[in-house]
Structure formats: C-alpha cells, structure tokens
C-alpha cells in the first residue's frame, strides 16, 4: 500500500514523500528485480516515520533498486525480509562419509529447499567454532572447515535435519561434531540497497538485518553518501548479510 502511494507520487512529480510509521509489505516488482525500483528519477527525497519497515517477501530479491537516478535521499527507513536467507545451528552428529546431522539453534528457521536451489551456488554451508566471542553470538573463527556447495537437506523434525555435503572431503576426516554451521541461501547481485549508475544517491539512518547479498553496493555511480546506517544481525542470530566479509 505504502509502496504503491510513493510510486503514485513518483508518476506525479512530487518531489516528497513519507511512508507512515508501521510495516509496508512489498512484493517483487518488474522489469528490475527489486521491491522498490527507482528508474532515471531525478530530485526526490522518500523518508520513513519512526517504525517504518520495508519487509520484502522474496528473502532472495533486492530491496531497493535504483537506476540511472540523480539526486535521490532515502531516510529512516528499516529493510527487512519475511523469511531469512540463511539457517545457523551446530553439527550434531557425523553420519558418515558423505552425511552429516545439524541442530538448529532456538531462533533459527529451515528455509524451504527451493530457496537454495535458486540461489547462486546452490546454497553454501559454513563452518565456525563452537567457541563464540565474550557477551556475544558469534564464533571466534570462521571458515575452520572447508565450504560446501548444493547440500542436500533431509528434514528428521522440526530442529534436526541431515545435510548430504557435495565435496571432495570425507566428512569423518574434515569436520566435527559442535561445530556451528551456517547455510547460506547467496545471491551475488541482489544487494539490499543496489545504487547503479545513479548519481548522488544519500542514504540516512538505514537499518538492515540481513541480504542476500552485500548490504549497500554503489555500481558505476559517482558522489554516494551513506551516513549513519545500520547493518547488525537480527536478535538471535549472528548472521548479517550473505555477503563474504
């Protein structure tokens, strides 16, 4: 509903305009692949009210898109993603060679398969410590383990499922059981906010919890200003973006 006002004023040449407070739920639009697409828009300011949440319901889509734009302000607005593009638990149990068994953390959700057969590389698994930093969620080390591409995901209860590793390695010989693993569901181009080929893009008091890719990507365009944004995992998690880094 919000998004669809602001596209109206947008037609109209306004130059302003302010979502209300409260949550704007916003399906993937075309021909761009993003949840709000500005297109060659020159001189507009869009702000949130406090509260004010873009929730996009693709978990793999581009929140905002911009293109061939000049001179567009995004304020106080909070990104955020009906379903997480990501899982985080510890590997339970070494089933053999090929297959392993993971325990979901409490605040963690099995994002349906289809999801990461549609990302790029077929949905990526991780590996941390199970040692995590002090007064903190996240491990001391990543990438303590080599990566595996395409898994394989078999569901036993709602906390448990069995992982089939596409790799090289034995699973016996490379990994252990109380490692943390995180499954990535990667995109490489669906940044939260992709700013391309637009000049003085500003963006004030963005909040984002995750991505399917990086956070904020500046393509070919010049004089951007990011200021006061806010990229931190969601409570519960230690997971941002899907991004390396």
Do not use: W
């Amino acid at each position: 509903y919000y998004i669809a006002h602001s596209m109206t004023a947008l037609r109209q040449h306004n130059p302003y305009r302010c979502f209300p407070g409260g949550e704007s739920v916003s399906p993937q639009l075309r021909p761009f692949a993003g949840s709000l697409v500005l297109v060659e828009i020159k001189n507009l300011q869009i702000m949130g009210e406090e509260g004010t949440q873009i929730i996009c319901g693709d978990p793999l889509a581009t929140a905002v898109y911009l293109v061939d734009c000049n001179n567009v302000r995004l304020r106080n607005l909070t990104i955020n993603y009906a379903t997480r593009p990501y899982f985080h638990g510890v590997v339970s149990r070494l089933v053999d060679e090929k297959n392993i068994e993971i325990t979901l953390d409490p605040n963690s959700v099995m994002p349906p398969e289809s999801l990461f057969k549609r990302a790029q590389t077929g949905g990526l698994l991780r590996f941390y410590t199970a040692e995590v930093q002090p007064g903190s969620l996240r491990p001391i080390a990543s990438s303590i383990a080599p990566h595996s591409a395409r898994p394989s995901i078999v569901r036993i209860d709602d906390r448990t499922y069995r992982l089939t590793l596409n790799s090289s390695s034995s699973v016996l010989a490379t990994y252990r059981q109380g490692m943390r693993i995180v499954g990535y569901a990667r995109t490489f181009g669906n940044h939260a906010i992709n700013n391309a080929c637009s000049d003085r893009t500003r963006l004030e008091n963005i909040r984002l919890g995750t991505s399917s890719a990086m956070a904020f990507l500046n393509n070919a365009s010049d004089l951007a200003y990011i200021v006061n944004c806010t990229v931190e995992a969601l409570p519960g998690s230690y997971v941002s973006t899907c991004a390396d880094g």
